[in-house]
């Protein structure tokens, strides 16, 4: 019996998913629920396309010829409502939609502001293709433009408005920038980068209301009592999953979809991947959120195997995000922060919570040529690990971190000599890391 796959969403999880169950299953039927429209794009690279680095043709992450060898059936609608009980969803069209199997992709969405003004013209975020083609056309009459929030969206809007020549202002809530994730040393080196650039920082700042004319952004008054003239204002103060079609079916949720080890809600046959999903660790023991673009790819394979019929467990990875910062490439492994950061109340795009996990441990920083390294051990193992320069590193980290490979034969030099802690983790990487399994972690 051909068995019908139904698809909410159109991210990396969603993708994914369509792509494991065509593998799997030559006959299945797919259906793939998004207002979006296809091909499949890249979220990562809006950066980029906004920087002017890359060309919006080069965001699809999937040929045409690719695209029609998934046999999807594209529904360009909403899912409104959810009934498991019937094995059906219902479109904001009123079409009801049966399913065998069902995946709820629907990702998350930027947090609208709630200051005074907040609805005006020229209040912007940064969620899809179509918010990154609009904020790119407002650059051409834009003299001046102000950033507000934490993590790697506000700081891609940051480089992005200043690339296209627009004046860029960016409040950070607290005294330096991602606190939660960053120590002072990281910190400084991208603020130090921004300044040079010309960027103006204000600390310890945010938006008391935006004022307009004719519902139009003319400037803002900050929490300092400052008024700033601007022509945009970009919002990055956090995500929160889409959870409206999970709640519609009764389906059993946190600040995410539950999920099982097998990405399994509490619904039958209902499914969930990407940053929608609320996936239980067994190292910490909770269910995290991750918002990171490796976490959704897997997570939808995964689900989408098991759609399938097959029975694969969804393995939790310490999270690993190459994101840059000031013009700087930087990679994030594991638990890296845990301190308190106003500019993060929630969760931001590209950020995983178990970054800011506080395990027992210390923490050691080396720096070599410019670049920046800093691990955090807890009892005979790296925890996390930040990379900032030069990449070498990158992945024998997230192999040792991965694996939990015991480094106590190499903690007390750390210990003793953390100014060369690059070269001996080089060192030890090269003795105890084959080159294939860092390839493929």
Known sequence: MTRHHVIVGSGIAALSAAESIRHADAQARITMVSPEPLPFYSRPGLAYLLTDEVPESRLAIRTPAEVRALQLIHRPRTATVLLPDRHCVILDDGERLEYDRLLIATGASSIRPTFPGGDLDGVVQLDALSEARSLVARCRDARAAIVVGGGSTALELVEGLHARGVATHYLLRGERYWSKVFDRVESAIVESRLLADGIQLHRGCGVEAAVGEDGRLTAILTTTGRRIECDILAVATGVRPRLELATSGGVETARGVLVNEFLESSAPDVFAAGDVAQVHDPVTRQAHLDTLWAS??????????????????????????????????????????????????TLTRGQSERWAADPESWSVGGARRGDRLRVVVSGRAIVGALVMGDQELSRPLAHLIGEEVDISALRPALEQSPEDAMDLLLDFCHAHVSDRAARHW
């Open 296 to 345: 959704a790819r897997r997570q939808g394979s995964v689900a989408g195997m098991n759609m399938a019929g097959m029975h694969v467990a969804y393995r939790t990875r310490p999270p690993m995000n190459v994101t840059r910062v000031g013009g700087i490439t930087a990679t994030i492994i594991g638990a890296v922060g845990g301190a308190d950061d106003p500019d993060l109340l």
